[in-house]
């Protein structure tokens, strides 16, 4: 980025533009250990008794954040089919 574009920049756009050079960083970071996992993966698999997954050798942290995303799912109740059905007049 030239000094000019830098200059004509608003405090929100400079913001936007760091956040996603943060990302596109973060990103590369992390494409460098998982293709590091992946080739230990292929590396042990030939040696394994079970069958290998690449997430057996490690699972990173922005991994089991993600993991604990996902398995945060609330079971409906009986309570809950019950609110519903009166909700919705069923």
Same mark, same amino acid.
Not at 3 to 29: A, C, H, S
Not at 35 to 48: D, G, I, V
């Given at each position: 980025? $030239?000094?000019?574009? @830098?200059?004509?920049?608003? /405090?929100? !756009?400079?913001? !936007?533009?760091?956040?996603?050079?943060?990302? %596109?960083? *973060?990103?590369? %970071?992390?494409?460098?250990? =998982?293709?590091?996992? @992946?080739?230990?993966?292929?590396? +042990?698999? /030939?040696? $394994?008794?079970?069958? +290998?997954? /690449?997430?057996?050798?490690? +699972? @990173? =942290?922005? !991994?089991?954040? =993600? &993991?604990? !995303?996902?398995?945060?799912?609330?079971?409906? *109740?009986? &309570?809950? @089919?019950?609110?519903?059905?009166? &909700? %919705?007049?069923?």
């Amino acid at each position: 980025m $030239s000094r000019t574009d @830098f200059l004509q920049l608003t /405090p929100d !756009e400079f913001g !936007e533009i760091v956040k996603q050079w943060n990302r %596109y960083k *973060t990103d590369l %970071y992390r494409t460098g250990w =998982e293709q590091t996992r @992946f080739m230990a993966h292929c590396m +042990l698999t /030939p040696y $394994s008794k079970k069958k +290998l997954n /690449p997430k057996d050798i490690i +699972l @990173f =942290e922005w !991994e089991k954040k =993600e &993991e604990k !995303e996902h398995t945060q799912v609330k079971i409906a *109740t009986r &309570e809950d @089919f019950e609110r519903v059905k009166k &909700e %919705y007049g069923g």
